[in-house]
């Protein structure tokens, strides 16, 4: 996994080390309330770790999983995800299957500080640097916050769509320059 640098921030692997953070966060309401058809809680350090290794599977050299950290202090912050999504069963835009998305969870404590624009236009380079010519967001329609990150990094709201995740989804495409 590459790891990746901007002004403030550093995106690079998750570690086991990284478990408590990462069960801090995606325990909380406020995170998971938009995540997935039905938002589902890590209960225990175990869930954590579990999660760390099915990240670890998904780093293929382009696409993975990154820790957002403050470069000069190496605070934890949140994750950018690259990765491929998954189609819908029976989606009425036709097969997506193959689609790579981009995706973001913060803790509360660093949301509406810029942090996950930032770190999700890193990433957006990184793909369209390695090769990848579209990339995907997918928000819960509620969730205005990250439609507003996608608006911020570039991508085009191309509406709503059930092409993924067996969900209605309100769609945003970044297509490489």
Not at 17 to 35: G, P
Not at 42 to 47: L, R
Not at 77 to 98: E, Y
Not at 161 to 167: S, W
Request: proline share 3%.
């Amino acid at each position: 996994m590459h790891l990746l640098r901007t002004e403030r921030l550093l995106l690079r692997p998750w570690n086991v080390t990284d478990a408590d953070f990462l069960l801090d966060v995606y325990s909380r309401w406020d995170v998971q309330r938009y995540i997935g058809v039905v938002p589902w809680m890590m209960t225990s350090i175990d869930d954590a770790l579990d999660r760390l290794a099915a990240w670890r599977l998904l780093d293929d050299g382009v696409r993975g999983v990154w820790a957002v950290t403050e470069s000069d202090s190496g605070k934890l912050l949140g994750t950018v995800l690259l990765k491929f999504i998954p189609a819908s069963a029976s989606s009425v835009d036709g097969d997506r299957a193959g689609d790579t998305e981009i995706g973001w969870h913060f803790h509360p404590d660093d949301w509406g500080k810029g942090a996950a624009s930032e770190a999700a236009s890193a990433v957006l380079r990184h793909a369209f640097a390695h090769g990848l010519d579209r990339i995907v967001a997918v928000t819960n329609p509620h969730n205005l916050a990250s439609q507003r990150v996608c608006e911020r990094i570039g991508m085009r709201h191309e509406g709503v769509t059930d092409a993924y995740y067996d969900a209605r989804c309100e769609l945003f495409v970044a297509t490489a320059a």
